[in-house]
């Protein structure tokens, strides 16, 4: 199928059909192959796909489902009643046309009971089903146009901001940290305004964690907390747990087996510190409150657990998984290390400008997940903790800097585009 270069500029335009009752959404900043691969890929998170045909634009997929326990069946009558639950299955066709606007329909079209003589689904799960489709379509469409907005502005004001090798300067924003729903220390999902900084664009290596060792990072005391000297001193620590010294294999692996204590100082020897959890968080999905620093659809684009690798990855070994603005390994690799104090109950009493973290703790702050951790313990509002003391051999980190701007405070960023409804 053959598209003009104004066809595939344009994004979709996607009906719901709910009972006679059509809701439309107009998508425009998105070619047709994009659109297409995001089609799919939002199906294939809830259903089977039985066919996709990319030429015509057609998906058929299948979805299971078990009904609740309030509509099980009793299938044997008398004192050997057996209820159980009856197994569903709602079909799904997708369309995607790219005629002037791509036009993407979502339609159930039947719901086929299973091992069951018989029985009455009311119209309400299909129906409901449908709209979860659509929804999470849109929201991914969206967030793919918002992305590409993000990273046009980003590159236009980097061209003035502040710099620093190796660093990537982020704008004053708005934007909303935490989830609700996800883990009880997520949320409540509240609205933080951070002014701009500096952000190490990958995580410190084992290199550059050498010349601060060979730098005598580990016997100057200014460079340390009070607590962090003391917990060095008492236990006669020269190096990261594991530390092997730079190999022409891993200099470019980030420095894991560091403790708080150790990320600090080498942050303060560099000249930088660590970043507060709410940097790290705006750092790592922007205002577009993704789930992972790529997007909301999950993909292999991070070392993690199911990888099986077992061990960290040279730092920007997956680009295709950067965050929007633009930092690598904010999923997976090494854990890292932020400057607050954990507090499970922080996020209900966080001031909304430049937040620091609770005043006292006895764990510190750790994000991103690590080489050693699932899909859910790497997704960006995911918070992990450990004592500052602890040396564990997923735990690395990166630098921050503060950025002195004459710029206003905190405004709202630009929010994603909202679709327009017929």
Known sequence: MRRSKAGRALAALMALSLGGCTTHATFRGLGYDECWDVVLSTVRERAEVIQADKGTG??????????????????????????FAPL???????????????????SIEAATVYRTFYTEFERDRNEELQRLVLAEIERNLLERIERR???ESLAAM?????????????????????????????????????????IDQDEVTIEEYDRFIEQGGYENESFWTREGWEWRAGYSVVAPAGW?????????????????????AFARW???????????ELAARAHLRTIWPWGNLFRPYANYLELELHGPEPVGSHPEGDSPVGLADMAGNAAEWCADWYDPGWYSRSPEHDPLGSEAGS?????????????????????DRARPGYQHPT????????????????????????????
């Open 158 to 198: 980097r061209e003035s901001a502040p710099a620093r090798e190796g660093m990537l300067y982020v704008p004053a924003m708005t934007f909303t940290m935490g989830e609700d729903g996800a883990y009880e220390d997520a949320g409540p999902a509240h609205a933080v305004a951070l002014s701009p900084f500096l």
């Open 395 to 422: 735990f690395g980190f990166r630098c921050a800097a503060g950025v002195p701007s004459p710029e206003a405070a905190p405004a709202p960023a630009t929010a994603p585009a909202e679709a327009p409804r017929e």
């Open 270 to 280: 560099a000249g930088k510190r660590l970043p507060t959890e709410a940097e790290w």
């Open 363 to 383: 764990e510190k702050i750790l994000r991103g997940g690590s080489f050693e951790e699932w899909k859910p313990e790497i997704q960006t509002f995911y918070r």
């Open 58 to 83: 057609t998906i058929s997929a299948r979805a299971l489902e078990i009904a609740p326990e309030e509509e099980a069946i009793d299938l044997v009558a008398g004192p050997y009643r057996s209820p």
């Open 149 to 151: 907005r993000l990273a």
């Open 244 to 264: 092997k010294g730079v190999t022409g294999s891993n200099r470019s692996l980030p420095v894991t087996g560091v403790s708080w204590y150790e990320a600090d």
């Open 88 to 106: 569903i299955s709602n079909a799904i066709d997708v369309q995607v046309r790219p005629e002037g606007e791509a036009e993407v329909s979502v």
